[in-house]
Structures are given as structure tokens and as C-alpha cells.
């Protein structure tokens, strides 16, 4: 109730857009394929996305439910009363909504963390979708089953895409530009060529290019270089875009990336580089290579370049490690001295690696008995309550040590386990299969085949799960040979099957 007030209020001071119904209804179902549906008036829940207690649910618990409520509640704007005028516009509400409620719960808690937990997750998991073979644009070109295409490009990519229009034009030119958008279009069904043209329109501007980010798949690359002339005092950034191909679209036109950049002197002050002495500008890069000039440059100085991960992009710049030292100890944007902290571990874990000849076979001596005494203490106890018992089984299988094959096979046959229920297929067999990449990648080739025949026998009960279950399986080219090899071999078995709309889709792009 709290943050449906918090979201309720925000809307209407960030957006000024008020709910126009009497009342606000919100039902939570155990069984349930998404996360949470928002039908007008009645927004559905998956109990896991809106249930918690404060004895076992932790702060990010809540910050979610937070977030999937205001989410649910700001489509009723951004979704409903202007809605998609077919399935191919499905990023025209989601991804505006993801914005929205990212947003809002950077207005709630921490901006900067807000924005580090999205680009972790976006880095992590959309970048792989976009490297993998149901790589696709925001807005995809054709569908067998429109369900797989609830996916992270949609929704996350397709918010960032809204994000960079933000940055393009502003936190007041982007309000001019959301008000004329749901005053043309309030009651109607329409495209994301709408939603883009309310904001050319409103803001005098030609997004004719930036449309591409809609229509071309993949994470473009920025690699870049810098030169300074000291007798000039003439600073220049040379940036040069790619974008690797994907299914369907081996070349990519040049993108419209809005790049975020500061530049530090030597003293590690923030050097004004905006028209009005802003210490950040935004740099429209829109060619395959392009230089921006800076004239007056006293000394040479460090760029933090792509401040606030102001577009979905990979970016290549030689820092040495002084330098990431120099950023994090200087840099104005938070979530840049956050990157380069980042960027310094992973060059010092990697360095390390190389340097140790050895590889630690350590014999880890665990007392099984002492663990299995503790968890069935905690079923005792927790038994009554189902998202708690989620926790449980996932926790069993996601780590290496405990979490055998064996064991999700015993787990199968316990009464918390319930082969009908999503939340429990994903919380056992998906954490296994997703996140205990040890045991799963073993090269017996159990835990494939384990996945597969479990993709079969759901397909005929849950396709959409199943289809989105099916995940592990489709990096196959990812792996080594054996590896590989043995993935696509249950890939073949499965694709043998009469199969459902969606786990064909998936199974048949994952091959071609
Ligand atoms: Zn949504």
C-alpha cells in the first residue's frame, strides 16, 4: 500500500498523470507464468512479486515489490490508456515503463545505486541475449510466439533506448515531450514511431536516426581514443562505432549514441565543458568514426567517458590503472567511479590468475549432516509459507558444493515441490540450470540431458516456461567443443518432439 501510494503521487508530480478510477485493486496468485499483469483496475500478481515480511524477505526483497508495483501502476498510462497497436510495439509500453519505474525507485532510494544494479543486470544478461541466438531488435521484425518475446532487449534495452532519449533532450524537454504524447494519443493504440515523434515535436528535433536503436539488434561498441595538442591547448576524442552481427542483419548502420563525458584536470577537478560551464555534456555520436573538439584545455586531462551509462553500448578506452585509481578518487558521476573500481578489480583478479601457475584443488570438507539438520529445521518452521520455501529449494541447487544433480532429483519428489507450479520449477530446475554452472556444465552431459528431458515433459503442460527454461541450452555455441557439442545434441533430441509454438521458436533459431 505504501508504494502504490509513493508510485500514485509520483506519477502525478514527475508525469502529471492522476488515476482516474475510484478504486485500485491488486490480487496475488501463487501459480502464476510472469511476474505481475496490469489489467485496469486490477493488477495481478505473482505472490512472490508482492508479498513479503519483514522476518524473511530481505531490503532488496522490498525494493523490488516496490518497484513492481509502481511498474504495474504506471501502465495504467503507459500501457493502457495508451496501449500497443499490435504485439511487434511491445517495447512502446515496456520499455517507457521500465523507465518510469526505474526512475521512481531512483527518486525513492539511491539514484546511483539504482542505476548500477540496472546496468549490472543489463551488462550481464541483455548483452548476453544480444551475443546469443535469440539476439533481436527492441521492436523484432517477425514472431512465431509472441510470449518469447518478453525478453530483456524488450524491456530493459527497450528502456535505455527511452533513457537516451531523456538524455538527448533533457528532464524538461522529455515532460514536453510525455505530455504531448498522451495528449494526442490518450485512448488509442499506437507504434513507437508515435512515441518518438511526440518527442522530435515537442523538442524541435530529428530522431530520424536514432530509430535504428529500434530496428538493428546487438550492443554496439564504442572504441575510443584521445589526443591532446599542448600548444594549442586543443583536446580532441576520437570515436570510432561497430556493431557485431546478428541473426538475420550482418551490417549495422551507425547508431545515435548519446555519450555522456567529463573531463578531469591533472588536479582531479571537473573541468567545465558544457555551453553553460556544465561539468558533463552530452556528445551526439552518429557517425562510424567522429572526433569532438575541445579548445582551451590547460593540460592534458583523464575523460570519464559514458557518465551514467548514458547508452547501452560496450565501450573501450586504455586506462592504466592510475588512471582508475584517478577516477574513483575524482570523478563527479557516482556510477563512474563505481565503474572504474570495477574495472581495476577485474584487471587485478585477471592479472593474479595468469600469475598463479597452480590451480588450488582444495578437498572444501563440509559437514553434510550438520547442513541437512539445519535445512530441515528451516522447512519445519517455513513450511507454510510458499515464497519461503522457493528460497529453500533454490538455495539447495545454486551453489556447486550442495547442489548435485541428485539432490534437484530427490528435491522433485518432495511435497514442497510441485511440478505445476512455475515459481517451483524456476526455483529449483531453473536455478540449478542457471546459476550452478558447475554441477550443470559437468561433462558427463547429465545435466543437459536432465534439462532437456524436463523441457520435453513441460512443454506439453507449461510452453511459455518451458520456451524461457530452454535458456541454458541455446549458448551452446559459447562453450567448448565437447561442451558444446553435447548441448546441441539434447537440443536435437528435443527438437525431435511435436512441439509447442514457443519451445520450437527457441529450439529452431538456437540450431539454425
Ligand atoms: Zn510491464
Known sequence: MRSLKQSMRWDEEVYGREYDLDIFMIVAVDDFNMGAME????????????LARADTATDATFQRIEAIVA?????????????????????????????????FSADMNSRTVKRIEDVNHLRSAQFAEDAGPMAHPVRPSSFIEISNFYTLTVYEKGAEIVRMIHNLVGKDGFRKGSDLYFERHDGQAVTCEDFVRAMEDANGIDLGQFMRWYTQAGTPVLDVTDSYDADNKRYVLE????????????????FHIPLAIGLLSPEGINLPVGEKGETTTVLEVREANQQFVFENVAERPLPSLLRGFSAPVRLNYDYSREDLLFLMRHDEDGFNRWDSCQRLATDTILDLMAALACVVNGAHPSAPEKADALLSAFHDQWKGDANVMD?????????????????????????????RNPNK?????????????KRFHDLSGEGYAFLADNIIRLDKQNPQIAARMLTPLTRWRRYDEQRGGLMKGELERIQANELSKDVFEVVSKSLA
Open 239 to 254: 570515436i570510432t562505432q561497430s556493431c557485431p552481427a546478428t541473426p538475420g542483419q550482418e551490417e549495422k548502420e551507425p
Open 425 to 437: 520449477l524456476r526455483s529449483l530446475i531453473g536455478a540449478f540450470c542457471m546459476r550452478n554452472l
Open 391 to 419: 528460497m529453500w529449494l533454490s538455495v539447495q541447487v545454486s551453489g556447486a558444493r550442495m547442489g548435485s544433480l541428485e539432490r534437484v532429483k530427490q528435491l522433485m519428489e518432495h511435497p514442497v515441490f510441485d511440478y
Open 39 to 50: 489489467n485496469k483496475g486490477l493488477n495481478i500478481f505473482n505472490s512472490s512479486c508482492v
Open 71 to 103: 511498474h504495474e501502476y504506471f501502465h495504467n498510462w503507459s500501457g493502457n490508456r495508451v496501449t500497443c497497436r499490435d504485439w511487434f510495439q511491445l517495447s512502446l509500453k515496456e520499455g517507457f515503463t521500465v523507465f518510469r519505474d526505474s526512475e
